[in-house]
């Protein structure tokens, strides 16, 4: 019952916005969106940003079950303060670009949460390490530029051995903890 008045809910929203409530192609919005990771160092917190984001997805609030993500992040993009860091995160022993330029999300299946709250089971793939990933989202209808868009935030975190980022010196947990926190708040257009 809770899931069909959510689904009702998102579905005077979408109806309210003029959307249609079907299956849509989604495109991720660069100048508008943003995905940010964060970590620290000893005890000194930092973060930097995947600048360069490509990312379709179809998805019908009221069936979201059905849903497709594709993600790519060109890893060689990041931006972030220092140019030593930018350097060390882009040799082979942490995200290896030479050898591995992108990471990528991939999901085919998504579930109803709340009324504006999903969750989508797929894979993430750092290097060449895939491993199974649920990534929550929140989805919001709006306007951009008087064209309706997607809004989705979300915030996962992601244990970065487990993806082979972290070799060498850099596997040692002891200065720079396992955990690095992902924060996603990007606008997609319908096309």
């Not at 620290?40 to 179809?58: I, M, W």
């Not at 991939?106 to 579930?111: F, G, H, L, T």
Request: with cysteine; hydrophobic share 40%.
């Amino acid at each position: 019952m809770r899931k069909l008045i959510n689904r009702a809910i998102l579905g005077l929203a979408l109806a309210g916005l003029g959307v249609q409530a079907n299956a849509a192609n989604w495109v991720l919005d660069p100048g508008m969106s943003q995905v940010i990771f964060e970590y620290s160092y000893g005890t000194d917190p930092y973060q930097g940003v995947f600048a360069n984001v490509e990312a379709n997805f179809d998805i019908d609030p009221m069936r979201p079950g059905s849903c497709k993500f594709d993600v790519t992040i060109h890893i060689e993009d990041i931006d972030v303060d220092s140019p030593e860091v930018l350097d060390y995160l882009l040799d082979y022993e942490l995200f290896d670009v030479d050898t591995w330029p992108t990471a990528t999300f991939s999901a085919e299946q998504c579930r109803l949460t709340g009324v504006t709250s999903f969750e989508s089971d797929g894979t993430l793939t750092i290097r060449d390490q895939t491993n199974p990933m649920t990534f929550p989202f929140d989805l919001s209808i709006e306007t951009c530029d008087g064209q309706v868009c997607f809004h989705l935030t979300s915030e996962v975190e992601i244990l970065r051995l487990e993806y082979g980022v972290g070799q060498g010196y850099w596997a040692n947990t002891a200065e720079v903890p396992n955990e690095v926190k992902v924060i996603v708040d990007v606008y997609a257009m319908q096309q």
